[in-house]
């Protein structure tokens, strides 16, 4: 079975972290760039970090620039997104998405697989 799946999320105090993991089953991720997306509450969703298929190229929204880490292990078929100083502006669901590349403005348009998404909370 093809899947995408997004894995640790949950609930963190303001200036806390988590480490994020979207491991692929079914398919090779290494072909792939893939990116992080979120969706907060009544928002649009949208693109918080990319990384290209060989690690070359990242991309990181303003919003978690210096505070977010994207990275990728594609021998564990897995991706991650290491995210710091946690704000309330943060809270919402995440989702990776698969793209051919990860472009110096982010994940290139068409997506190729989605995952379910987990969400991350960030609250005192």
């Known amino acids: 079975q093809v899947q995408l799946v997004e894995s640790g999320g949950g609930l963190v105090q303001p200036g806390g972290s988590l480490r994020l993991s979207c491991a692929a089953s079914g398919f090779t991720l290494s072909y792939y760039a893939v990116g992080w997306f979120r969706q907060a509450p009544g928002k649009e969703r949208e693109e918080v970090s990319c990384?290209?298929?060989?690690?070359?190229?990242?991309y990181y929204a303003d919003s978690a620039k210096g505070r977010f880490t994207i990275s990728r292990d594609n021998a564990e078929k897995t991706v991650y997104l290491q995210m710091n100083s946690l704000q309330p502006e943060d809270t919402g669901i995440y989702y990776c998405?698969?793209?051919?590349?990860?472009?110096?403005?982010?994940?290139?348009?068409?997506?190729?697989?989605w995952g379910q998404g987990t969400q991350v909370t960030v609250s005192s």
């Open positions: 998405a698969t793209a051919l590349v990860c472009l110096d403005y982010g994940l290139d348009d068409r997506r190729y697989h």
């Open positions: 990384i290209a298929s060989n690690s070359r190229r990242t």
